[in-house]
Structure formats: structure tokens, C-alpha cells
């Protein structure tokens, strides 16, 4: 996709080299996004009571749905550092702010990195005139590269959709690919929208998308201190309003759902060591929040993340996972496939060359998980990936 089709009225980007994990380092790890005009902004944090100091300015920011500029790092968290964090993320928005001629308040910071190590903040606001020089419609793909981790590439997506006044178009960016887990995302993601559409609907719609998307997504069961996902829409004396009636709205709410979902998807696909994407699928249930219950426990469950791994069919795994997942039913009624191979049937194990069969699916780089607990009519699917020599070595040198 080139790089003019990021190109959204009314947000502008850049991005420079920092050197913040690294002082000698020149990868670009400094983003700014900006908007012409104070954009309507709503957005989710982490649930993990260790929040970093950026989670907590964002989160006041929120509650004034409004903003105008995201400054967003690499490298480091700024994650239990005390008061000095929140004081250096503070110093850090100002002088973006100062740059580009805003309130200090529109300025929303969020950071991705080590934890519990100070931000290099000499460093960082000496690249923040460049920063904010650099700034252009063109450089979407830029400050998706200078957000990621351990990522292996930038994840983004793009929705243009015809409403009644216009065209709505919805861009995405986000990292993530380790310490990642519902509750809500475990990454960071911007989603920018080219009209204006009032706060409470866009909350609406966005915690909606968040709980069918990045809430259904784990690569190693680890929520960091630092999730962030945030929404800005209508960034221009131009933008024009979400109407409201039932056809555009509909719209706008599948286009916001599927712009969430390709960045959920992307972000288990590059999960730290990950070769294979699994979606677990979870029938029969007695309500939705069981069916979650029993999709996250298999997907997040390393016995069984390994044998995806080594394309091992192996059931038992599967059904042990299901069984302590807190949910009631029944297993000698429970039906269980891999890809479109059934294993068990009414809680008998299928006769036949079924694993043969079952481990050709699991040689895919994608394949499903599926069972019908057949206590309800309930279901729910989780997004994860396998667990591989490489995630034990990515996260035992992460520090270095």
C-alpha cells in the first residue's frame, strides 16, 4: 500500500531517531501525531493497577475528549518511575506543545518499553525541533515505524467507506508483540478519522471495537503497564459531521470494528517467536463471558501454545485447558476440531487417520481451534499464536 494512502485530512505526522533506549542508536523511536484542530478523542488504558506515568496523563486527557497532538516513544515506558516520570512525560508535552503553538493539555503522551528505568529526556527534547519541523501529511508510515518494540514491522490499516455526505475515511496504526493479553490490548494503537463524530457515540462504538478485538487477542497472557488505545476524530476546520441516521452510523461502527480487528490480527501474527496465528473457537456456551472464559484460557495456556507450535495435535491439552477455564459443562458431550478436522465427537475421541489429518492443518501458518461445549448458545473467539524457543529468547535479553 504507498504511502499517500495514510494520508488523512486534517492529522499530520513525523518521527526522528531519539536515541532512547540506546544513546548511539539512530532507529527512529520519537513520534508526534498532530491534529489542524482540537480533535474529539476518546480512548482505553491497561487495567493493570501498575500503570505508567503516561497512562495517567492520557488518562485525564481523555476525560476532556479533546486533544490535538499524541507524542508517543520506544525504547522506554516510563513505568514505575515515581513522580519524576510523570514530571519528565509533563516536560516532554510541553515543549511539544510550545512548538506547535497549542495548549498544553491537547498533548497526550504515551510510551512503549522497558519499565522501570527514567526517560532520557536531554535526549528527547533536544530532537523535539526537528520533531515538530518535520511534521507532514506523508509520514504516516514513519511514526509507525518509530512506535514499535520488538515488533518485526509496522502494523496499519485503512477503511474508506461512502456515507451520505462524504467519505469516511478511518486510519490505523499500532505495535504490540509481546506482554500481550485481553485486559484491554496490551499495545499501543491510534485510530484517526477524517469526520467529526460526537464523544459519546465515538466512545461507544471504540469501547465496542475494543472488547471484540484487542480484548480477544494474547500472545503470552502478560497485560504491561502501558496499554493505550486512543481515537481522534475530525482534525479539521473541514471535517464534516457523522449524520445521524441508522445507515451512516452503521457504517462508521464496521469501519472503526474492522480497522481494530486487522491491527488485532497483525499484532498476534507478529507476537514475539510467534510461526503460527490460532483462532480459538468456543460454542455452546452458556453466555458470551463463559465462551470468552474458555477461548482465552485455551489460547492462553503454554502447554497448549507449544504443541501449536510443534504442529502436535494433541487434544488432551485442548480439553485440560477447557476444563479449568472456571466454566461448567459437561465433558463427556463436548465436540472439539482443529481446522476442519473433528477429534472428538460426544466426548469419544474420533477413530480413524484423524491425526494425520489434524496435523497437516496445524503445518498452516493460520488455523482454528473449535469446541462446542453444547450447554448453551453462546460463543466467543480468541486470537493467539504459538509459543516458541525465539519468545524465550526475545524476552530473556529484552533489557540489553
Same mark, same amino acid.
Given at each position: ?10 492529522f499530520?505526522?513525523s518521527?526522528v ?33 501498575v ?18 497532538a ?22 516532554l ?9 497549542i ?19 536531554d ?6 525541533p ?18 514499535l ?7 496499519t490499516?485503512?477503511v474508506e ?5 462524504g467519505?469516511?475515511? &478511518? @486510519?490505523?496504526? +499500532?505495535?504490540? %508483540? $509481546? ?8 499495545? #499501543?494503537?491510534?485510530v484517526?478519522v477524517?469526520m ?7 466512545r ?15 500472545v ?26 441508522d ?10 470494528l ?7 490480527r ?5 507476537g ?29 495456556s ?11 495435535p494433541?487434544?488432551?491439552? &485442548? @480439553?485440560?485447558? +477447557?476444563?479449568? %477455564? $472456571? ?8 465436540d #472439539?476440531w482443529?481446522?476442519?478436522v473433528?477429534i ?6 474420533e ?32 486470537l ?17
Open positions: 500500500m504507498s504511502i499517500d494512502k495514510f494520508e488523512i485530512e486534517g499530520r505526522f518521527a531517531g531519539a536515541g532512547i533506549k540506546h544513546a548511539d542508536s539512530d532507529r527512529l523511536d520519537l513520534a508526534l501525531i498532530a491534529s489542524e484542530r482540537p480533535a474529539i478523542t476518546v480512548g482505553v488504558t491497561t487495567t493493570n493497577l500503570c505508567a506515568a503516561p497512562v495517567t496523563i492520557t488518562r485525564e486527557c481523555l476525560q476532556r475528549g479533546i486533544s490535538q499524541l507524542l508517543i516513544n520506544s525504547g522506554n515506558a516510563n513505568a514505575y518511575t515515581g513522580d519524576s516520570g510523570l514530571a519528565d512525560a509533563l516536560f508535552t510541553k515543549s511539544v506543545a510550545d512548538r506547535l503553538g495548549a498544553h493539555e491537547l498533548v497526550v503522551p504515551m510510551s512503549t518499553g522497558v519499565i522501570g528505568q527514567p526517560l532520557p529526556v535526549r528527547m527534547n533536544a530532537k523535539i526537528e520533531l515538530a519541523g518535520l511534521i507532514s501529511p506523508s509520514a504516516f508510515l514513519d511514526a509507525a515505524s518509530a512506535i518494540t520488538t515488533d518485526t514491522f509496522p502494523k490499516a485503512l467507506k461512502r456515507l451520505s455526505n467519505t469516511l475515511k &478511518i @486510519v490505523g496504526m +499500532a505495535k504490540g %508483540a $509481546g506482554m500481550m493479553a485481553p485486559n484491554m490490548a496490551t499495545m #499501543l494503537a491510534v484517526l477524517n467529526r463524530v460526537e464523544e459519546s457515540y465515538l461507544k462504538v471504540f469501547v465496542q471495537a475494543n472488547s471484540l478485538t484487542f480484548n480477544r487477542i494474547t503470552d497472557g502478560d497485560t504491561s503497564t502501558n496499554d493505550t488505545a486512543i481515537v481522534m476524530s475530525g482534525g479539521s476546520d473541514q471535517s464534516k459531521e457523522l449524520l445521524d441516521n445507515t451512516d452510523r452503521d457504517l462508521f461502527s464496521q469501519g472503526i474492522s480497522v481494530c480487528a486487522n491491527l488485532a497483525q499484532i498476534v501474527k507478529d514475539e517467536g510467534a510461526t503460527k496465528v490460532v483462532e480459538v473457537k468456543v460454542f455452546g456456551a452458556p453466555d458470551e463471558v463463559s465462551a470468552a472464559m474458555v477461548s482465552r484460557r485455551i489460547a492462553e503454554p502447554l497448549v501454545k507449544t504443541a501449536f507450535h510443534g504442529e502436535d494433541n487434544w488432551g491439552r &485442548i @480439553v485440560c485447558a +477447557a476444563g479449568s %477455564a $472456571g466454566v461448567k459443562f459437561d465433558p463427556s458431550r463436548i #472439539l482443529i481446522g476442519s473433528q472428538v465427537k460426544s466426548g469419544i475421541l477413530v480413524g487417520d484423524w491425526e494425520a489429518r489434524a496435523k497437516q492443518e496445524m503445518r498452516l501458518p493460520e488455523f482454528s481451534v473449535s469446541i462446542d461445549l453444547k450447554t448453551g448458545s453462546a460463543h466467543a473467539t480468541m493467539t499464536c504459538d509459543l516458541s524457543e525465539e519468545y524465550v529468547a526475545i524476552n530473556a535479553d529484552y533489557r540489553s
